[in-house]
């Protein structure tokens, strides 16, 4: 069974063998840092009795915390609004690096193009489809004359 790992920074699928920690580092055995064959970024491994334990125990939902009331995920807004993006949902998470690649960051200027079949957006001239579950993520504070929701 392969021990597949994922980069957090560009999200690449290797296996703990194919890097350079893998090919006899002298701390190997000391250090807990990886570093991504793809991308070069180090970042520490997760200890395997907490993976472990994370399996056996599964993950409880996060309770939603109560979000002002100008501030909503963009999946709210009408077709046609222009909001401020406030923040991307899990700062955690490879695709917040994907979606400021297309200018989707805190503070940029995003239009609601459409919402179905899937959510389309404007920033500035690029025009992004995404599936509505990551819309959803998207927190946005609408701007002044497009304050209402859908």
């Known amino acids: 069974m392969a021990n597949l790992l994922t980069c957090p920074m560009c999200g690449f699928e290797f296996d703990r063998d ?7 580092c002298p701390l190997g055995p000391v250090c807990n840092l990886l570093r991504c064959p793809s991308c070069e970024y ?23 915390p109560r979000l002002p009331e100008d501030v909503r995920p963009i999946t709210q807004l009408r ?7 406030l923040c991307l949902g899990d700062t955690k998470s490879p695709r917040q690096h994907r979606l400021a690649v297309f200018g ?6 995003v239009t609601l193009v459409q919402r179905q079949p899937s959510t389309v957006l404007r920033i500035g001239e690029t025009e992004l489809a995404l599936d509505t579950e990551i819309a959803d993520e998207i927190l946005v504070r609408p701007i002044e004359g497009d304050a209402e929701a859908a």
Do not use: M, N, Y
């Not at 077709?79 to 993006?85: C, Y």
């Open 18 to 24: 194919d890097t350079v920690c893998g090919h006899g």
């Open 42 to 64: 180090e970042f520490p491994e997760t200890p395997a009795r907490i993976t472990r334990l994370g399996k056996l125990f599964g993950r409880k939902p996060a309770r939603s």
């Open 79 to 85: 077709s046609g609004s222009t909001a401020e993006v």
């Open 104 to 109: 989707v960051i805190p503070g940029a200027e």
